[in-house]
């Protein structure tokens, strides 16, 4: 369940910075005309990501067994490629994500209410389809159906009580070092999932040795314990993976973990973090923790 919850938060603290960047944006340039249409924008963006998470589990509830390993071990492989974009992408443009926000709002708000709408979908969409893609695997991987959607929701609507209140002024947190920490989290939940995407796949015969195993250790931590179950809860721990599995887990956590520590953040041209620093006390946009939805900013800021 908490590997779930980190996910539903962080991928809901984006959704819900991007939501408060663009009523603060309206409110600030006296546009509040355009709330509706951004707020239905939003509201076909969740409805798409619930729909998504629906669809995935009833197409696999009619697949023979094969095809249920087949569809989840692909599906898992795609979760964690869409976490490993996710977290790099955050980490290399969330100094810029007010402003570049802000120019899509410009431009849609020339062009009319659809703009309006569609900038407000895509903006939200992707966050919240990369969750349900996310989710769905981790479910998998877990084994559970009810606590990881129990996890999920958790996660969110903490991100939502965040959203707002970063929104009304009311809390100052680091948002460098919040998704620092948890991308570096979501790291080790992505390894696991990949590991249990590839075991799916051994199960379904499109990858070799199922029977390989690399260690067994279920008399020491049986997978029923609820040591056990807390560690496959949160980090996808297996008592008795595959060689395949375990090489898997190590190519992906080691070489990625470092990347995300060592490179640079900043935008193009590999500028670094301090390129991306303000006037403002010589914090960058990131340091400043609710800055995002600073409603004092200037409105062409």
Known sequence: MFANYLIGLREGLEAALVVSILIAYLVKSERRDALP?????????????????????????????????????SLSILAVLLV???IFWMRRTSHALKAELQGRLDHALAMGTGALVLTAFLSVGREGLETAVIV???????????DPMIGVALGLGTAVVLGYLFYAGAVR???AKFFLWTGAGLVVVAAG???????????????????NH?????????????YGT????????????????????ALYLVPIMALFFLLPKGGKGGKSEKSGKSDNGGKSTEEQGPVPVDREAPAGA
């Open 230 to 249: 807390l560690l496959k809860g949160i980090l996808n721990f297996q008592p008795d993976p595959t060689v395949l599995q375990v090489t898997v887990w």
């Open 136 to 146: 769905w695997g981790t479910a998998r991987s877990t084994g559970e159906n009810t």
């Open 84 to 86: 490993t974009w996710m």
């Open 214 to 226: 690399a260690f067994d250790i279920s008399d020491t931590i049986p997978p029923d314990s609820w």
């Open 173 to 175: 947190i680091n948002l």
């Open 37 to 73: 249409a951004v707020w239905f924008g939003i509201g076909g963006a969740v409805a798409m990501s619930v729909g998504l998470e629906a669809s995935l589990e009833l197409t696999s509830a009619e697949m023979t067994f094969k095809e249920k390993e087949l569809f989840g071990g």
């Open 193 to 211: 999932v990949l590991a249990y995407g590839v075991h799916d796949l051994q199960e379904a015969d499109y990858l070799p040795g199922i029977g």
